[in-house]
């Protein structure tokens, strides 16, 4: 397996991956990049060891599966090849050009992509019909669903490939459409751009926006606070690919995340967006202030 990308997503899916038995190669631009996102999953093992989910032998084990390069040679013996580098539709494309003349050809590819165009994405390798979406929901350790998605071009045998990962990794899979946000982001991202836009009218603080979610529908976290989880950077990338896609005022970015996103305010990641994580415990900030 390669996973290209070991930033917040593409650390966990290399995680899960090897522990579900498969070698991993995970690739990323720079080693400084490359030692972050190892040291996540190191951490995430470790922890696991700790509160007795795991052998220390079966962490070494897992740890081992996994072989960092910063050279996409040695992706080319891989059977699957995800890409989870930045939301970014030519940063992606450059990189499928790239791995696709290197990875032997009987090889499948996936996009983690949360809403751009898988088929776009799979025009550019020689192999379109072994190219599909799989897209993993963060942390991609802890969320039990797998998003397969099928472009024009995906055959059946690579869709059913994404639906046998799913299982393996002990995900629940859904079939999603190859349209912008596929099924969860096309719900979620509006919800997280309306609570901004509510947090401008002044409708509720921060806090007693997330509060009120979190405590009047049960969701496990504030939207405010999952979308500094997600990376405001992110959910900008989103929110434009959406808004371009299907030309409705819901999906345009407010003019608060603009500002984060402009400020390099990108939320938990940073370590500042709607929320300051510098303390021991996150505090509001004042972002439209
Ligand atoms: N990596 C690995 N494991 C993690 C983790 C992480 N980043 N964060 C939490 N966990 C694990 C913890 O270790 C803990 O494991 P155990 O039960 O084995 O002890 C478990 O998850 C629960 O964590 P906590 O007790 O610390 O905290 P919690 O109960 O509040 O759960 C949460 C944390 C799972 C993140 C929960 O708050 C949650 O489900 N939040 C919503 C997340 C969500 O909606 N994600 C989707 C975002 S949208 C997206 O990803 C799509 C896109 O394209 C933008």
């Known amino acids: 397996m390669g996973v290209v990308g070991c930033g917040l997503m593409g650390h966990g899916i290399a995680q ?55 050279d996409y040679a040695d992706l080319a013996d891989c059977d699957l090849v995800i890409e989870a580098i930045t939301e970014d539709l030519e940063a992606k494309l450059a990189m499928w050009r790239e791995v696709d003349a290197i990875v032997k050809p009987e090889a499948f590819f996936a996009t983690n992509t949360s809403s751009l165009p898988v088929a776009a994405q799979a025009d550019v390798t020689g192999r379109p019909e072994r190219f599909l979406g799989l897209h993993f929901f963060n942390p991609a350790q802890v969320m039990p669903l797998l998003e397969v998605v099928r472009a024009q071009q995906t055959a059946d045998e690579a869709a059913d ?79 434009d690919v959406m808004a371009d896609a299907y030309g409705e005022e819901r999906f345009a970015q407010p003019d608060t995340l603009r500002g984060l996103v402009e400020a390099g305010d990108y939320g938990r990641k940073t370590g500042r967006g709607f929320y300051d994580y510098s303390g021991e415990k996150p505090v509001a900030t004042d972002p439209a202030g």
């Open 161 to 239: 490939l994404g639906f046998a990962l799913g299982e393996k990794l002990g995900k629940t899979t859904v079939a999603a459409g190859d349209n912008r946000g596929f099924i969860v982001n096309r719900l979620l991202v509006p919800y997280m751009l309306d609570a901004i836009r509510a947090h401008e009218q002044g409708v509720g603080s921060i806090e007693d926006i997330d509060t009120g979610m979190k405590a009047g529908a049960s969701h496990p976290m504030g939207p405010l606070t999952l979308a500094d989880f997600v990376g405001l950077d992110t959910l900008a990338s989103i929110a």
């Open 16 to 70: 899960i991956c090897a522990q579900a038995g498969w070698d991993v190669v995970t690739r990323e631009l720079d080693q400084e990049r490359l030692d972050a996102g190892i040291g996540k999953i190191e951490k995430q093992l470790e922890r696991a060891v700790e509160k007795g989910k795991l052998e220390q032998s079966d962490a070494d084990a897992v740890r081992a599966r996994i072989s960092p390069t910063l």
